[in-house]
């Protein structure tokens, strides 16, 4: 395990979530308020690599203490979807935690946290959690968030689906844990990849009680980086 000594050179494009929670601080949503917090962020081998990405760099800065457990498939989607590098992405994190440590402080109930976002999170590790094999620290600090009743959110990438992945995400739903399939939201007109990324990051992130200011929401004023809903046109039904 290693705790991030200083800052990192950052290889990372600009994001503007990152930028926004910077904005953020003084307004009540800054580090402050999480201070003490801790979230365990899980990045598996799926389509999307990005999302887990997002959530490491929209929450630093905010107080909430990352715990960054990263598998070996992960390793290769990045390496396939991004141009960063495995220790860009470790530089992001509070604490980064080997995959096959299991003795880390994420494997123990008693190291409390607000609980576990896998994004993105592929079928291998989705059904290992649902079956309790828990043979990786990523799976085992899973099932630790589902017994000590914490949150568990995983962003489950595949499609088509076929009835045995349905099942297991029933079967985990059952079990405690949310199922937040990384889905676009098109009503709050995205107009980047960067707008779709920030909107499922920030309403994965919603359910921890984190708000970074990456949700346009319905209903809010577009001042406020709500998204108002459009008005009708004559003729419309
Ligand atoms: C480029 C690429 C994209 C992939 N996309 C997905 C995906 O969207 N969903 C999925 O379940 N597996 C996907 N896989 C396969 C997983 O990486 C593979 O099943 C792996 O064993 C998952 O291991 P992990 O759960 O330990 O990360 C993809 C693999 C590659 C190389």
New binding site residues.
């Given amino acids: 395990m290693g705790r991030r000594q200083a800052q990192p050179q950052r290889a990372l494009p600009p994001v503007r979530g990152v930028a926004m929670v910077a904005a953020m601080s003084g307004t009540g949503k800054g580090p402050g308020q999480n201070a003490g917090k801790r979230l365990i962020v899980g990045l598996?081998?799926?389509?999307?690599i990005v999302y887990g990405v997002r959530v490491l760099e929209a929450l630093r800065g905010t107080g909430v203490e990352t715990h960054l457990v990263m598998?070996?498939?992960?390793e290769?989607?990045l390496a396939?979807e991004m141009t960063a590098k495995v220790a860009d992405i470790r530089a992001l994190a509070d604490v980064v935690h080997p995959v096959h440590d299991i003795g880390a402080a994420i494997s123990s109930g008693s190291f409390r946290t607000e609980g576990m976002i896998i994004a993105?999170c592929?079928?291998?590790?989705m059904s290992e959690i649902a079956a309790g094999t828990t043979a990786s620290l990523?799976t085992r600090a899973a099932d630790v968030v589902l017994k000590e009743r914490r949150r568990l959110v995983l962003l489950v990438?595949?499609t088509p689906l076929h009835t045995g992945h349905l099942r297991t995400m029933t079967r985990l739903s059952e079990m405690g844990a949310i199922v937040a399939p990384p889905v676009p939201a098109f009503y709050q007109r995205p107009e980047t990849v960067d707008d779709i990324v920030n909107q499922t990051v920030g309403r994965a992130l919603d359910l921890f009680g984190f708000d970074l200011g990456l949700v346009k929401r319905w209903g809010e004023p577009a001042a406020a980086g709500g998204v108002g809903k459009p008005a009708r046109k004559s003729g419309d039904a």
């Avoid at 592929?122 to 590790?125: H, I, L």
């Fill in positions: 598996s081998g799926a389509s999307g598998t070996k498939s992960a290769v989607t396939y993105p592929s079928v291998r590790t990523m990438r595949e």
